[in-house]
């Protein structure tokens, strides 16, 4: 097949990352935003017909989308036994017999990240140790965020204390519906700080910001007060992630790039089940940021189902028979 | 490294490619030899030219060349056929049409794959955007020949309709012309594209296999002297074409004074503006649909970026940007982007085109990397650097090509739009709601897309303004254009008018007249350019007045003022019919006068003409705030504004007779509509109407809205005929004269009615509504997606 492939950047090697110093809060700037939901309904609608992976590509995907994953429990019933039982799924995400078969024994698959409540920090940090795995700690007042500033600061700080690499903070809505960026900027502002090394992913909730300029707005507002990724949903919204959303998100994301130079994260969470789910995701992410984005700094999927489902298919891919959950060893 | 492991690290996208088995089964099963289908089936392979698929060059089938024995005995098979099809219920007739669009449903990946490789067009488009457009309007038709009688009352199909349509969608096109021409009622023989046949040809199979009676769908192949013997068939009642303007205008010269009804859908070069307060990332995306879909092989293509200039530079790399991930290639891979055009022959003339924008100074930014070496493939291309006068700019390019300028106001960005020949389609990004609707009525184009661009719908129509044809597709403005109304077959040649002497023998027997009526021009009463005057006499002979003799130049002027007083069209409709009522009220006021000055000229008693004078202009005056647009709700979340506009500048021969009826009845629709008119009176009995501007100047009719020019009415026809800056023309007069009319109205492609040397009755009420309503409109759709 005669066929040009173009692609932004050859090298998906995580060049190195400059970190975010955070900029000050421009308010032109959040004026300065328009977002057509018709026409990024169009686009995110349209992305899965337009790119497509088969056969070895798809295989490749996928195995890119597990090293991409937050692999993540966020119960209220959670355990130190059932965190335990995540971490070690983290430690051989997949079965050795189809890594085996793949001959990717060298790739070094494992996800991006383990994510918990500020409870199980230690617990998860102390299962994954040696694997280079971080742990990643949901925080401020975790998923509503509706708590005295002062005590939000100080759950960040003791996640930090007990290992936590990645702090995935939670806004208010309310001053997003009230159009109160200085106090959302203020605030991100001071959980940023008190991450101190740990990178800051912060929460939109949007499922709860009502329309894709005031995603926008919020999310250009996180990223000026210097977050290092951020993140759809806490998983607890009626609307988690979605394509439209994400779209919404990343261009942002360009946007602050091609003014500062600086490249943000994304994390969509909440939702994202399915490895055709996961491709779209990863295609859209290659179209709109470049191929380097494919990388777990860059690009993360919060998620817990979303493994097992790419097992089943990677497996699938290799023997042509469908397989079935139970055979996948549970996260 | 295994090869997986390469890939995890390059993260390319690698072939996915679609499978042509099922097509080729099917090419194999016809031995990749075609017939015409005529009567319901196939004949026997005549002189063949080859199809091929344009991005491998491989040839695909034989297919016929359509002999003028050929059209012959398909139009005499769909004559035959015509009386039981149209005599069937319209339940009956939309259950076929229901079946055939169930078919296309169920055959869908095959008719897909099929017009991929015959088109070259990417596999996503002819599967998600080709066949379930086709689907739908056959569906979607289903439903209006159940409504018809309702509908559309008193109305009956044309009869035969041969129809023509280009390769760029090749089904599409074929369901947009045969869905509502079997919904009417009527027959078809349709030619197929001679590059893009097989889909046609799949079709009509379809037809065999849902039972469609014979003759109903008639298809033969072949090239332009195939489509040329169709279109000067004399048993063909209506054409309908869809394809460059320059073969539309040879068709509108061919149809000319044979009364077979018309319908063009023609080129374009479609304005794309992006205002500074858009979301400029989605019009960037936006973009990529308006001119590389289809490779830019769209009719109705955004293929002249007007960008502001306050976000110009910014706009211009993100096109760029977006422009090097479009990936050019197989057109049967999934992930393709752009596929192969359909021939060598348009590669060549497109690369012609731009060899000589760039001589002309265009800049040419095609982005890195390179195509495939063999088949019809371009490079996606943006051309800067270019003002209106450049070649790029004001061509049809019908390829990949974007030509890009700038604008400084709103007001700058609607004259760059409109200064164009063509006016199809144009879009609209902006996210202020008051700048985008006031812009949308100003564009000279039938489809207006706010905020997206490129949808289509079978219920919102589509068609052009000026050179880009005339006629809808789709909804039901393209309904009417398969109907016409069921007294047109009775009527009956007009009765010759009594030849009066044009001029005096001696020009100085007219100098007994102390008054002569002057003409009538921009609210001013204007002597004859030629310095002469023409006699008017009454039945007897008797000389019972004077008028100006009109020539080129007094239509000129008239043209021209009428141009300038184009702003009526905006004016409150409320407004124009206040000012109608006026005039009727005026006029009524002065019936004895204008009474008399009937019977003078003609000897009869002009008392009930008056009436009817009054009580016509008292019946469009409450047409002017009614007759208006409507809202249609295409299947995505938007609303589709079915606006109502005025044509613009309409001509307007008056009959010979009735002097003062023949004349309102025949502006006063025009003027309710919005338009401005040039108007020339009865050529023997002209007084009645140089009375009447002194009832326009007591009823506040602006100046230059109704414009008055004596003369002789052919030859002051064909000068309107021949004026660019006339939009429509309506002759009531000889059939020699009509066809005159309708041949010299090929520059500009203006939308004339003519009589024909048939006999219309202007007073009877059936002339009191929508029939010139329609003619002196037309529709606007304008798309406004919505969500917040």
Redesign the interface.
Same mark, same amino acid.
């Given at each position: =097949? !005669?066929?040009?492939?173009?692609?932004?950047s050859? !090298?998906?090697?995580a060049p190195a990352h400059k970190r975010n110093p955070g900029y000050p809060l421009d308010l032109d700037w959040v004026e300065r935003v328009?977002?057509?939901? !018709?026409?990024? /309904?169009?686009?995110a609608g !349209?992305i899965g017909?337009?790119? +497509?992976?088969?056969?070895?590509?798809q295989?490749?995907?996928l195995?890119?989308a597990i090293t991409l994953i937050d692999l993540t429990t966020l119960n209220a019933d959670d355990t130190p036994g059932r965190v335990e039982r995540l971490c070690a799924k983290a430690r051989n995400p997949l079965r050795a017999e189809i890594v085996d078969k793949?001959?990717?024994g060298? @790739?070094r698959i494992l996800p991006g990240a383990v994510c918990v409540y500020h409870t199980f920090v230690k617990t998860a940090v102390d299962a994954l140790e040696g694997t280079g795995i971080p742990v990643a700690a949901v925080s401020t007042a975790f998923p509503h965020g509706l708590a005295p500033v002062d005590t939000k600061i100080a759950e960040i700080e003791a996640s930090v204390r007990d290992g936590a690499q990645e702090i995935d903070i939670v806004i208010e809505r309310g001053m997003v519906l009230r159009g109160d960026w200085q106090a959302l900027y203020d605030q991100v502002r001071a959980f940023r700080k008190a991450c101190g090394d740990a990178h800051i992913k912060t929460i939109l909730g949007t499922g709860e910001l009502? +329309?894709? +300029?005031n995603i926008a707005k919020a999310s250009l507002v996180c990223m000026l007060a210097g977050a290092d990724f951020i993140k759809t949903s806490t998983g607890k919204e009626k609307v988690n992630a979605n394509l439209v959303t994400s779209l919404t998100m990343i261009?942002m994301i360009?946007w602050f790039n091609e003014e500062t130079g600086i490249e943000i994260g994304y994390k969509p969470a909440g939702g994202i089940a399915t490895a055709g789910d996961a491709l779209k995701y =990863?295609a859209l992410m290659? /179209?709109e940021l470049g +191929?380097h984005y @494919?990388n777990p700094h860059l690009f993360r999927f919060g998620a817990s189902g979303l493994l097992t489902d790419i097992e089943r298919q990677l497996e699938h891919g290799l023997t042509g028979h469908y397989a079935a959950d139970y055979r996948q060893p549970m996260v | 490294m295994n090869k997986i492991a390469q890939i995890f690290e390059t993260l390319e996208y690698g072939p996915a490619p679609e499978t042509a088995d099922q097509a080729n089964a099917w090419l194999d099963s016809k031995n990749r030899t075609f017939g015409h289908f005529i009567d319901g089936a196939w004949t026997a392979r005549g002189k063949t030219f080859a199809s091929t698929n344009p991005a491998t060059g491989e040839k695909l089938a034989d297919i016929t060349d359509g002999t003028s024995a050929d059209v012959d005995s398909a139009v005499a098979a769909a004559r035959a056929a015509f009386p039981l099809w149209s005599g069937l219920s319209g339940y009956e007739r939309g259950k076929f049409l229901y079946s055939i669009a169930r078919m296309i449903q169920k055959h869908s990946r095959l008719f897909a794959v099929l017009e991929t490789m015959d088109n070259g067009k990417p596999i996503r488009e002819s599967r998600d955007a080709d066949i379930p457009l086709v689907a739908r309007h056959f569906y979607h038709h289903a439903g209006w020949a159940t409504h018809l009688e309702r509908e559309f009352p008193d109305h009956v199909p044309y009869g035969v309709c041969g129809q023509i349509i280009p390769w760029n969608f090749p089904l599409l096109m074929l369901a947009w012309k045969i869905a509502p021409a079997l919904a009417a009622g009527n027959t078809v023989v349709l030619k197929p594209a001679e590059f893009t046949s097989l889909t046609a040809l799949l079709f009509a199979e379809i037809c065999e296999r849902v039972g469609l009676p014979k003759g109903v769908v008639n298809i033969v192949t072949g090239e332009g002297e195939t489509g040329a013997a169709l279109v000067n068939h004399s048993d063909v009642d209506k054409i309908a074409f869809t394809g460059s303007t320059e073969v539309g205008k040879i068709i509108r010269a061919a149809t000319a004074g044979t009364g077979k009804g018309l319908s063009l859908e023609l080129g374009g070069k479609s304005p794309y503006i992006v205002f500074e307060d858009a979301d400029l990332d989605s019009a960037v995306e936006g973009l990529v649909e308006a001119i590389w879909f289809n490779q830019g092989q769209v009719c109705c293509a955004g293929s002249r970026l007007l960008v502001q200039e306050s976000i110009e530079e910014r706009f211009i790399a993100k096109v760029k940007k977006r422009m090097a991930n479009l990936r050019v290639g197989d057109p049967l891979d999934k992930s393709v982007d752009i596929g192969a055009l359909v021939a060598p022959v348009q590669v060549e003339r497109i690369r012609d085109l731009m060899k000589k924008g760039v001589a002309e100074g265009a800049v040419v930014y095609e982005p890195d990397g390179t195509v495939p070496a063999n088949g019809c493939f371009l490079k996606p291309a943006l051309v800067t650097n270019v003002s209106p006068a450049n070649t790029l700019v004001e061509e049809e390019i019908f390829g990949p090509v974007l030509v890009a300028m700038s604008f400084r106001t709103p007001e700058e960005a609607v004259a760059l739009a409109n200064n164009t020949r063509y006016g199809l389609a144009a879009t609209l990004w902006s996210e202020n709601i008051n700048l985008a609707l006031d812009i949308a009525p100003k564009l000279k184009a039938g489809v207006v897309w706010i905020n997206g661009t490129n949808q289509f719908d079978a219920a919102v129509g589509f068609g052009g303004y000026k050179e880009s044809g005339f006629g809808r597709e789709g909804g039901r403005e393209g309904m009417s254009a398969y109907l016409k109304p069921k007294w047109e077959k009775a009527l009956q040649p007009a009765p010759v008018a009594t030849s009066v002497p044009a001029k005096a023998a001696n020009p100085l027997d007219a100098e007994h007249l102390d008054q002569t009526a002057k003409m009538y021009i921009g609210g001013k009463q204007a002597r004859p350019d030629s310095g002469y005057n023409r006699p008017v006499h009454g039945t007897d002979g008797a000389l019972v007045g004077e008028v100006g003799d009109g020539n080129r130049k007094d239509i000129r002027n008239a043209v021209e003022a009428a141009r300038a007083a184009l702003g009526w069209g905006t004016t409150a409709a409320h407004s124009r019919a206040q000012i109608l009522y006026f005039l009727a009220e005026n006029l009524d006021y002065r019936r004895d006068e204008f009474a008399a000055r009937i019977k003078v000229q003609t000897g009869d008693d002009g008392s009930k003409e008056v009436a009817q004078s009054v009580e016509r202009l008292f019946a469009f005056a409450g047409w002017a705030d009614k007759y208006d647009g409507a809202v249609h709700n295409p299947p995505m979340r938007a609303v589709a504004a079915a606006m109502v506009e005025p044509l613009g500048v309409i001509g307007v021969v008056a009959p010979p007779s009735r002097p003062l009826l023949g004349s309102i009845a025949l502006i006063a629709p025009a003027l309710a509509m919005g338009n401005t008119v040039v108007l020339v009176p009865s050529e023997g009995s002209p007084l009645s109407m140089t009375d009447f501007y002194q009832v326009l100047e007591t009823s506040d009719m602006p100046s230059g809205v109704v414009n008055i020019v004596t003369g002789e009415s052919v030859s002051l026809a064909k000068t309107l005929a021949e004026h660019d800056g006339v939009d429509g023309l309506w002759f009531a007069g000889s059939a020699e004269g009509s066809a005159m009319v309708e041949k010299a109205s090929v520059g500009n492609l203006k939308q004339t009615w003519t009589s024909r040397g048939l006999y219309y009755d202007l007073a009877d009420q059936r002339f009191a509504g929508d029939y010139f309503l329609g003619k002196a409109t037309q529709v606007k759709n304008v798309w406004i997606p919505y969500g917040a």
């Amino acid at each position: =097949m !005669s066929l040009k492939v173009v692609d932004n950047s050859g !090298s998906s090697h995580a060049p190195a990352h400059k970190r975010n110093p955070g900029y000050p809060l421009d308010l032109d700037w959040v004026e300065r935003v328009r977002m057509n939901r !018709s026409a990024l /309904e169009r686009r995110a609608g !349209s992305i899965g017909a337009r790119r +497509t992976v088969k056969k070895d590509y798809q295989l490749a995907w996928l195995l890119k989308a597990i090293t991409l994953i937050d692999l993540t429990t966020l119960n209220a019933d959670d355990t130190p036994g059932r965190v335990e039982r995540l971490c070690a799924k983290a430690r051989n995400p997949l079965r050795a017999e189809i890594v085996d078969k793949l001959g990717v024994g060298d @790739l070094r698959i494992l996800p991006g990240a383990v994510c918990v409540y500020h409870t199980f920090v230690k617990t998860a940090v102390d299962a994954l140790e040696g694997t280079g795995i971080p742990v990643a700690a949901v925080s401020t007042a975790f998923p509503h965020g509706l708590a005295p500033v002062d005590t939000k600061i100080a759950e960040i700080e003791a996640s930090v204390r007990d290992g936590a690499q990645e702090i995935d903070i939670v806004i208010e809505r309310g001053m997003v519906l009230r159009g109160d960026w200085q106090a959302l900027y203020d605030q991100v502002r001071a959980f940023r700080k008190a991450c101190g090394d740990a990178h800051i992913k912060t929460i939109l909730g949007t499922g709860e910001l009502a +329309t894709q +300029t005031n995603i926008a707005k919020a999310s250009l507002v996180c990223m000026l007060a210097g977050a290092d990724f951020i993140k759809t949903s806490t998983g607890k919204e009626k609307v988690n992630a979605n394509l439209v959303t994400s779209l919404t998100m990343i261009r942002m994301i360009r946007w602050f790039n091609e003014e500062t130079g600086i490249e943000i994260g994304y994390k969509p969470a909440g939702g994202i089940a399915t490895a055709g789910d996961a491709l779209k995701y =990863m295609a859209l992410m290659k /179209e709109e940021l470049g +191929t380097h984005y @494919l990388n777990p700094h860059l690009f993360r999927f919060g998620a817990s189902g979303l493994l097992t489902d790419i097992e089943r298919q990677l497996e699938h891919g290799l023997t042509g028979h469908y397989a079935a959950d139970y055979r996948q060893p549970m996260v | 490294m295994n090869k997986i492991a390469q890939i995890f690290e390059t993260l390319e996208y690698g072939p996915a490619p679609e499978t042509a088995d099922q097509a080729n089964a099917w090419l194999d099963s016809k031995n990749r030899t075609f017939g015409h289908f005529i009567d319901g089936a196939w004949t026997a392979r005549g002189k063949t030219f080859a199809s091929t698929n344009p991005a491998t060059g491989e040839k695909l089938a034989d297919i016929t060349d359509g002999t003028s024995a050929d059209v012959d005995s398909a139009v005499a098979a769909a004559r035959a056929a015509f009386p039981l099809w149209s005599g069937l219920s319209g339940y009956e007739r939309g259950k076929f049409l229901y079946s055939i669009a169930r078919m296309i449903q169920k055959h869908s990946r095959l008719f897909a794959v099929l017009e991929t490789m015959d088109n070259g067009k990417p596999i996503r488009e002819s599967r998600d955007a080709d066949i379930p457009l086709v689907a739908r309007h056959f569906y979607h038709h289903a439903g209006w020949a159940t409504h018809l009688e309702r509908e559309f009352p008193d109305h009956v199909p044309y009869g035969v309709c041969g129809q023509i349509i280009p390769w760029n969608f090749p089904l599409l096109m074929l369901a947009w012309k045969i869905a509502p021409a079997l919904a009417a009622g009527n027959t078809v023989v349709l030619k197929p594209a001679e590059f893009t046949s097989l889909t046609a040809l799949l079709f009509a199979e379809i037809c065999e296999r849902v039972g469609l009676p014979k003759g109903v769908v008639n298809i033969v192949t072949g090239e332009g002297e195939t489509g040329a013997a169709l279109v000067n068939h004399s048993d063909v009642d209506k054409i309908a074409f869809t394809g460059s303007t320059e073969v539309g205008k040879i068709i509108r010269a061919a149809t000319a004074g044979t009364g077979k009804g018309l319908s063009l859908e023609l080129g374009g070069k479609s304005p794309y503006i992006v205002f500074e307060d858009a979301d400029l990332d989605s019009a960037v995306e936006g973009l990529v649909e308006a001119i590389w879909f289809n490779q830019g092989q769209v009719c109705c293509a955004g293929s002249r970026l007007l960008v502001q200039e306050s976000i110009e530079e910014r706009f211009i790399a993100k096109v760029k940007k977006r422009m090097a991930n479009l990936r050019v290639g197989d057109p049967l891979d999934k992930s393709v982007d752009i596929g192969a055009l359909v021939a060598p022959v348009q590669v060549e003339r497109i690369r012609d085109l731009m060899k000589k924008g760039v001589a002309e100074g265009a800049v040419v930014y095609e982005p890195d990397g390179t195509v495939p070496a063999n088949g019809c493939f371009l490079k996606p291309a943006l051309v800067t650097n270019v003002s209106p006068a450049n070649t790029l700019v004001e061509e049809e390019i019908f390829g990949p090509v974007l030509v890009a300028m700038s604008f400084r106001t709103p007001e700058e960005a609607v004259a760059l739009a409109n200064n164009t020949r063509y006016g199809l389609a144009a879009t609209l990004w902006s996210e202020n709601i008051n700048l985008a609707l006031d812009i949308a009525p100003k564009l000279k184009a039938g489809v207006v897309w706010i905020n997206g661009t490129n949808q289509f719908d079978a219920a919102v129509g589509f068609g052009g303004y000026k050179e880009s044809g005339f006629g809808r597709e789709g909804g039901r403005e393209g309904m009417s254009a398969y109907l016409k109304p069921k007294w047109e077959k009775a009527l009956q040649p007009a009765p010759v008018a009594t030849s009066v002497p044009a001029k005096a023998a001696n020009p100085l027997d007219a100098e007994h007249l102390d008054q002569t009526a002057k003409m009538y021009i921009g609210g001013k009463q204007a002597r004859p350019d030629s310095g002469y005057n023409r006699p008017v006499h009454g039945t007897d002979g008797a000389l019972v007045g004077e008028v100006g003799d009109g020539n080129r130049k007094d239509i000129r002027n008239a043209v021209e003022a009428a141009r300038a007083a184009l702003g009526w069209g905006t004016t409150a409709a409320h407004s124009r019919a206040q000012i109608l009522y006026f005039l009727a009220e005026n006029l009524d006021y002065r019936r004895d006068e204008f009474a008399a000055r009937i019977k003078v000229q003609t000897g009869d008693d002009g008392s009930k003409e008056v009436a009817q004078s009054v009580e016509r202009l008292f019946a469009f005056a409450g047409w002017a705030d009614k007759y208006d647009g409507a809202v249609h709700n295409p299947p995505m979340r938007a609303v589709a504004a079915a606006m109502v506009e005025p044509l613009g500048v309409i001509g307007v021969v008056a009959p010979p007779s009735r002097p003062l009826l023949g004349s309102i009845a025949l502006i006063a629709p025009a003027l309710a509509m919005g338009n401005t008119v040039v108007l020339v009176p009865s050529e023997g009995s002209p007084l009645s109407m140089t009375d009447f501007y002194q009832v326009l100047e007591t009823s506040d009719m602006p100046s230059g809205v109704v414009n008055i020019v004596t003369g002789e009415s052919v030859s002051l026809a064909k000068t309107l005929a021949e004026h660019d800056g006339v939009d429509g023309l309506w002759f009531a007069g000889s059939a020699e004269g009509s066809a005159m009319v309708e041949k010299a109205s090929v520059g500009n492609l203006k939308q004339t009615w003519t009589s024909r040397g048939l006999y219309y009755d202007l007073a009877d009420q059936r002339f009191a509504g929508d029939y010139f309503l329609g003619k002196a409109t037309q529709v606007k759709n304008v798309w406004i997606p919505y969500g917040a």
